[in-house]
């Protein structure tokens, strides 16, 4: 008689239950005695799409979370991409990224490594009365049906909501800008607000408060229009009036994977998962980029940019091709 397969020696199809495209459920905060055995009672649910990863947290109620388990975990989330990508039909795998997390001391830690790329979901239970003084996380039970809530919301209300507006991908869309080079004011990039956001202390309103969009006729971009087509769309400038131009030409980068023989970092797996995706939603096409540029044609003369794999850099040229996890291309200025 043929052992019962374990859950990771499954196929992808017997792991994946119904058709369709598979959301990715990232579980951070439990101990061992509930991570893996959550992770595996999802992944044996053969009525739900969902799939998901997990690694063991401290079991200390007080220090929860810890770098070495938060980097596991973002490795785990980025093995699971790189294995089921791409889709046979088509449908970015996974076609969505949530990290369910028990909220404590330490948590924010989590987007040190998963960024702005996942939907974060606070697991918390309302009414738990801590018999014999445990959280409600070391008991699988609670853990199960906690975790049930957090799928359920994913379907509805804010996140569902997310995934609608980023998949319409409006070219004026604020959460679609690279965060690192939109410069708010003087002194914030729109980074600052992403993480706020992703640690809960901002509503998401808050994020687009006070950036200005524009719509901008053939004449005021003439170049650009030339080279990508249309007119009068509508973009987000920043303080320096600079224009965030959302084009869909040129693709020629942006999008990170993690090598085998390559060590995880939290830089690594955070730029892998942030070119991916945005709030929880894959970033499609596959590297768009802004082009990143002045009114009127008026050059780029050594302006500064931000980019995620060669640091501060300084750019000349009529546009600067910025993709959403803030790689930046172009022509870089030779001046000293």
Known sequence: MSQKKRVEDLSRPEKRGPPGPTPLLVIAGLPVSTARPLAATINND???????????????DNAIYDSAAILELGRLACEFADADRPDPDGTPSP???????????????LWDVFGHAVWPVALQHPDWNWPGGKHWRHDIEIVSLVAQSALKAMEAGPAEAMRQ????????????????????????????????????????????QDIHIERFSFERLSEFYKRVGGRGKKFAVDSRKIIFAKSHNGQDGGQHDIKGSAAASAALVQKTLESRFRFG??????GFQHDVQREGGVHFDGESFDCVTKGTIDMDGDHVNV???DVVTGKQSKKK
């Open 281 to 286: 939603t894959p970033l499609l096409p596959a």
């Open 95 to 109: 076609s969505r990224i949530a990290v369910a997390y028990v909220r404590g001391a330490g948590s924010t830690q």
């Open 165 to 208: 507006r980023l998949e319409a991908h409006r070219a004026e869309d604020v959460l679609l800008l690279p965060p690192r080079n939109f410069h708010i004011d003087q002194t914030q990039r729109l980074l600052e607000r992403f993480r706020d956001f992703m640690s809960n202390r901002i509503e998401l309103s808050d994020i687009e």
């Open 323 to 325: 993709f959403p996890s």
């Open 46 to 60: 053969s009525k739900s799409r969902w799939r998901a990863v997990a690694t063991a947290f401290s079991i200390n």
